[in-house]
């Protein structure tokens, strides 16, 4: 399909005109030049996609080809009322103007809406090099090359479970090149990343940061990924929202029953009485013990207890004939 409009609008495909409205005034108002005078180039190129996105799923019968045949359909394809020679869109900062009325900037204005980098002795003024009078977008074919963005950077987090049981703030400090203003240097560049572990997350949990990797020459910067890692612990093992432990008890506590004490991941103590005989392959299941459910506040998974049942090395002749009376052997 070539260019993916609703991707661009961060929209569903099914999205109606309150959500493209939305999305529109939202991004706009993120990437519009005046407010990324440090990086001017990229909000340029940013703020001319999304007016055409915008431009053309606001209009049903340009999304209805465009659904159909994609970017290349609206130029083979125009809709009626368009020059057969090919879609061109309109002009960004026309889309900005008639959307919001005037500039929310509070700029001076050569016409309404229009900003004072419109103007010029000559009354086409220049944007960035680009001749206003001339369509930004002109037709596809001459649209300027687009800078690309490349994979994210991954990273991992290591957390230990009483982390990932409770939820912790994480502070990181990154380190990444970003080119300057004119995109010609790479410069280095220190940040403190803040990320809250919510409770219950697991392993290969991703936590992304837009545009914090590093850049290079005529690309976008990478976005940076956190992986969640789990560190092993000394006593639970986890099994999905479930938390596994192993508990030693000897043959009279197997056979008579015993209480256990167990320390939780938040430093409650739980005592556990043991009434059924332990078996091979026992397990107790202290339900809603286990971690955080994460997508269901409130609840969480169980807490399964295995035991090994510790046998005696040796009995003497009294404890021996004393089982087999009790167990009547």
Not at 313 to 329: F, H, I, S, W
Request: aromatic share 10%.
């Amino acid at each position: 399909m070539g260019v993916d409009y609703y991707n661009i609008l961060e929209v569903e495909k099914n999205a109606k005109e309150e959500d493209l409205k939305k999305a529109y005034r939202k991004l706009v108002m993120k990437w519009h030049p005046d407010k990324n005078p440090t990086n001017k180039k990229e909000a340029e190129a940013n703020f001319k996609q999304i007016s055409e996105a915008y431009e053309v799923l606001s209009d049903p019968q340009k999304r209805a080809i465009y659904d159909q045949y994609g970017e290349e359909g609206l130029k083979d394809r125009p809709p009626p009322g368009y020059e057969p020679s090919g879609f061109n869109p309109r002009n960004a900062e026309d889309i900005f103007a008639e959307f919001f009325g005037s500039s929310p900037f509070g700029f001076s204005s050569s016409g309404p809406g229009r900003s004072m980098r419109f103007q010029s002795d000559g009354g086409a003024g220049t944007f960035a090099g680009f001749n206003a009078s001339d369509n930004l977008f002109r037709t596809y074919s001459e649209r300027p090359h687009m800078q690309k963005k490349p994979p994210p950077a991954e990273s991992k987090l290591p957390c230990t479970l009483e982390e990932l049981y409770s939820g912790s703030t994480r502070k990181m400090k990154i380190s990444r090149t970003v080119m300057d203003a004119k995109n010609r240097r790479a410069v280095p560049e220190t940040e403190i990343l803040t990320i809250e572990v919510k409770p219950g997350w697991k392993k290969g949990t991703k936590i992304t940061f837009p545009d914090k990797g590093n850049q290079q020459p005529n690309q976008l910067a990478a976005d940076l990924v956190f992986v969640i890692d789990e560190k092993p612990h000394d006593f639970f093992k986890r099994d999905g929202n479930d938390l596994i432990v192993s508990q030693r008890v000897s043959l009279a506590e197997a056979i008579g029953g015993t209480t256990i004490n167990i320390t939780t991941l938040d430093k409650r103590t739980l005592s556990i009485p043991v009434t059924d005989i332990v078996s091979p392959g026992y397990e107790l299941v202290i339900a809603k013990e286990g971690m955080p459910i994460t997508k269901e506040r409130g609840y969480r998974g169980d807490l399964r207890i295995k035991f090994e049942v510790k046998f005696p090395t040796r009995l003497t002749p009294e404890q021996r004939a004393g089982l087999k009376r009790a167990l009547g052997a």
